[in-house]
Nanobody, 118 residues
Framework: QVQLTESGGGLVQPGGSLRLSCAAS????????MAWYRQTPGNQRELVAR???????VYGASVQGRFTISRDNANNMVYLQMNSLKPEDTAVYYC????????????WGKGTLVSVSS
């Protein structure tokens, strides 16, 4: 099994920055893709950013150019640098990971709340 633990959420003013971290533990050699998703009440989880073992990256349209995902494979970490934050970025942010050869996100963290408000 794989455990994912997010950290770094909090309250920030519009235009500010925040950096989220996700630590993977357990059977980490099984991990392939890692990603950040977010969810607001009453809505489905949406992809924020995804990164493969090889560093290929996909961003959600609403965060393109403002957020940066990165990954430290040696230490089983994934990060999300969020700049130029907007109130509509307020959500619970989840770290996710997929097993090798899996088409799904198989492992999920418990989430960390990001609130953007003045």
């Amino acid at each position: 099994q794989v455990q994912l633990t997010e950290s770094g959420g909090g309250l920030v003013q519009p235009g500010g920055s925040l950096r989220l971290s996700c630590a993977a533990s357990g059977n980490t050699p099984r991990i392939s893709r890692m990603a950040w998703y977010r969810q607001t009440p009453g809505n489905q989880r949406e992809l924020v950013a995804r990164i493969t073992n090889g560093g290929n990256i996909v961003y959600g349209a609403s965060v393109q150019g403002r957020f940066t995902i990165s990954r430290d494979n040696a230490n089983n970490m994934v990060y999300l640098q969020m700049n130029s934050l907007k109130p509509e970025d307020t959500a619970v942010y989840y770290c996710a990971a997929s097993r090798l050869f899996s088409g799904n996100m198989d492992y999920w963290g418990k989430g960390t709340l990001v609130s953007v408000s003045s």
